[in-house]
């Protein structure tokens, strides 16, 4: 039973912005509803100018997070895309090791970074959501199929089973204070969609923003990020992907088809898709490419026996699951579950 949140800025200072005021209002009152105390971590609301400067302030939230012990779960407030350079603050002297505990951790987007971090530290972390993106969203209710997981984490600690969602969401063309109770656009789903190899598939599911991922081997955004990466061994070599799900989803960027096919080809080139038992695929914010994205999946990994399952309900496309990492999982993408063990 989760009993304090602490919320950490450790990407993007959105959250201390003004112009966002009432959507952190919305997220105070919702996550108190539900009888939780919420712990702003102290730089977490220093707004974007100053997190963008102070990676080592970010570092530092994030281990006394860890360290406080009121702290049930630590989440985070939003992704952006530069929490990479938090690397040196947590690893330089084993601070992040020596600070974890066995604390829910929830974050998505850039967050991925993050995930990498902790699992090299030997936290297992849940994937799916953050603060301003999902609790704080604007209409008047979070998205039932969102709540729904995130209630199930806060109150059981896990996830035993993610299903498909029965409708989608347009993603809101603005933000601002106007757009309070004003309700998503929904549209009929599919369900999850099986692009090739067996519907039936078992192993540890990890990944993320596939936008990420690309960043860890290409320095178009970062030019020191993948030394970076590379320096403090953040990408698992091939063979640790083995027994495990790869789990890949797109960012509000929509990015082309042709950046997708690099970031793939990154991922085929370091034995990713030669190592693990399965592919997992969120659905593109919009259904934006998504065409393009299943060609280029097919085109780039090459072995059609590689089970493929798309249109997950997880990441930048609303409505959100929670995806728990390093767990065991089973996938039955006829009978559309995803099941979870200890």
């Not at 997220?27 to 730089?43: A, N, T, W, Y």
């Not at 974890?100 to 030997?122: E, I, P, Q, R, Y």
């Not at 960043?215 to 698992?236: H, I, Q, S, T, V």
Request: charged share 25%; proline share 6%; hydrophobic share 40%.
């Amino acid at each position: 039973m989760i009993r304090t949140i602490g919320i950490v800025s450790l990407s993007s200072g959105i959250l201390g912005e003004d112009f966002v005021s009432y959507e952190l209002k919305i997220g105070v009152q919702r996550l108190e509803s539900m009888g939780l105390r919420v712990k702003f971590l102290p730089h977490a609301l220093k707004g974007i100018d100053y997190v963008k400067a102070h990676p080592e302030r970010r570092a530092a939230d994030l281990l006394e997070a860890f360290r406080d012990p009121e702290i049930d779960m630590v989440l985070c407030a939003i992704g952006g895309d530069d929490t990479y350079r938090l690397l040196p603050y947590l690893f330089d002297n084993n601070e992040l090791q020596s600070a974890v505990c066995d604390k829910v951790f929830l974050g998505f987007s850039d967050t991925t970074v993050n995930h990498f971090m902790l699992l090299k530290a030997g936290l297992r972390t849940f994937y799916g959501q953050s603060f301003l993106a999902d609790i704080c969203e604007p209409g008047e209710e979070m998205p039932p199929y969102s709540r729904r997981y995130f209630e199930e984490l806060i109150f059981t600690g896990r996830i035993r089973e993610i299903k498909p969602s029965d409708v989608w969401y347009e993603e809101r063309e603005s933000f601002g204070p106007e757009q309070a109770g004003v309700p998503l656009v929904s549209h009929p789903d599919r369900g999850f969609l099986l692009l090739q190899g067996s519907p039936v598939f078992s192993g540890r599911i990890f990944g993320g923003c596939i936008d990420t991922i690309h960043d860890f081997f290409n320095g178009e955004r970062y030019a020191d990020m993948p030394a970076l990466c590379e320096k403090y061994g953040l990408f698992p070599p091939a063979e640790a992907w083995k027994d495990h799900i790869l789990l890949l989803e797109s960012s509000e960027e929509k990015m082309s088809p042709e950046k997708y096919r690099r970031a793939l080809t990154y991922l085929k080139e370091a034995g990713v898709f030669s190592a693990v038992s399965g592919v997992l695929v969120g659905k593109p914010m919009d259904e934006t490419y998504e065409a393009e994205y299943l060609r280029e999946l097919q085109r780039v990994i090459g072995d059609p026996a590689l089970p493929v399952v798309c249109n997950l309900n997880i990441g930048h496309a609303q409505p959100k699951c929670i995806i728990p990492f390093e767990t065991e999982a089973e996938v039955d993408a006829v009978n559309g579950w995803i099941r979870f063990g200890n």
